[in-house]
């Protein structure tokens, strides 16, 4: 079946530093995309979604890539705070009824 | 303040025990999902309600049951059957039900004495 994956489990970073966190897909008919943040022992939070008609969108301090010649999604954080230390999930709308969830990436920012 | 409330934050259950998993909603929307995370892991659907009255089977819908009797409300049944249920629940919420962005509780966490 269609899965989305991450490149890397983990991620360690300086306080201060640029964050990116990366995503792969394969259901090429995927037209929606979200990032979400989960803290330990907490629900996911959403961080900024993207149609399949954009290239990138920008939030606050976050950017979200889309690559949709390479099947690639990505999370730019910027200017990383210890208070972003979780696990970001990425997830694609591939069956139309619902969203299937990446693996995570767990980002720890050292201070 | 609209949201997601699931109870209890964390649920023990004997063998051979059902137990029950509360999560309402009062944000109005049309569907509710239920997933369940395993330790750094990625969520995993097990069943979801587009309508009251109505839901799907997910990808791990073996040894848990539903029920959508209310648009507020969406139940998780763990049973006997589901062998291995020690894991963090998380209950969500979305408009339409059509792949849209979710909203999610603050989970329970099971496990097995």
């Known amino acids: 079946g269609e899965s989305v994956g991450l490149h890397l489990p983990t991620l360690s970073v300086q306080e201060g530093d640029n964050s990116i966190i990366n995503c792969a897909y394969s259901?090429?008919?995927?037209?929606?995309f979200i990032w979400y943040k989960q803290e330990s022992g907490k629900g996911p939070q959403f961080i900024i979604d993207?149609?399949?008609?954009?290239d990138k969108r920008q939030g606050q301090r976050v950017t979200v890539l889309l690559n949709k010649t390479v099947k690639h999604l990505s999370l730019q954080i910027a200017a990383t705070q210890p208070g972003d230390s979780a696990v970001y999930f990425c997830?694609?709308?591939?069956?139309?009824?619902?969203?299937?969830f990446g693996e995570g990436t767990q980002l720890t920012v050292n201070p | 303040d609209g949201g997601i409330t699931q109870s209890p934050k964390y649920l023990f259950r004997k063998e051979g025990q059902n137990v029950t998993l509360s999560c309402e909603q009062n944000?109005?929307?049309?569907?509710m999902y239920w997933y369940r995370q395993d330790p750094g892991q990625g969520l995993r659907l097990i069943y979801y309600?587009?309508?009251?009255?109505?839901?799907q089977k997910g990808d791990i819908a073996e040894g848990y049951s539903v029920s959508r009797e209310k648009k507020e409300s969406f139940p998780l049944t763990v049973t006997s059957a589901q062998k291995n249920p020690t894991a963090f629940y998380l209950c969500?919420?979305?408009?339409?039900?059509?792949?849209?962005?979710?909203?999610f509780g603050s989970g329970t966490q099971l496990s097995v004495l």
């Open positions: 969500a919420s979305s408009i339409q039900g059509k792949g849209e962005k979710l909203f």
């Open positions: 259901n090429s008919a995927s037209d929606y």
């Open positions: 993207i149609r399949s008609n954009m």
């Open positions: 997830a694609e709308n591939s069956s139309g009824s619902r969203l299937t």
């Open positions: 944000l109005n929307h049309d569907a």
């Open positions: 309600s587009q309508i009251v009255n109505d839901f």
